[in-house]
Nanobody, 124 residues
């Protein structure tokens, strides 16, 4: 069984910083990519940042220049450094990973896994 466990959310004032971390564990064969999504009340879940195994990065326009995603392939972890936070960044942040597992029958096709979510609240 694969688990994604997030940490690092909380309450911060506008202009402040937070760092989110996510660790994937279990019978992992290969992680294709990892990323962070967020969902604000009444809104759809949206991509925040994404990092494939080659280390390239992709960001939502709304966070470019403020957020930085990084990944440790050896530890199966992904972090999101969030600077210059704004009230509109308030949301539940979810870690995502597309990965394949080792099973008794071989390697499974890659599929998406999600963390439980961590609340980020930015006060004005």
């Amino acid at each position: 069984q694969v688990q994604l466990v997030e940490s690092g959310g909380g309450l911060v004032q506008a202009g402040g910083s937070l760092r989110l971390s996510c660790a994937a564990s279990g019978s992992i064969f290969n992680i294709v990519y990892m990323g962070w999504y967020r969902q604000a009340p009444g809104k759809q879940r949206e991509l925040v940042a994404h990092i494939p195994s080659d280390g390239s990065t992709d960001y939502a326009d709304s966070v470019k220049g403020r957020f930085t995603i990084s990944r440790d392939n050896a530890k199966n972890t992904v972090d999101l450094q969030m600077n210059s936070l704004k009230p509109e960044d308030t949301a539940v942040y979810y870690c995502n990973a597309r990965l394949s597992q080792t099973t008794n029958w071989g390697v499974s096709p890659p599929r998406d896994y999600w963390g439980q979510g961590t609340q980020v609240t930015v006060s004005s």
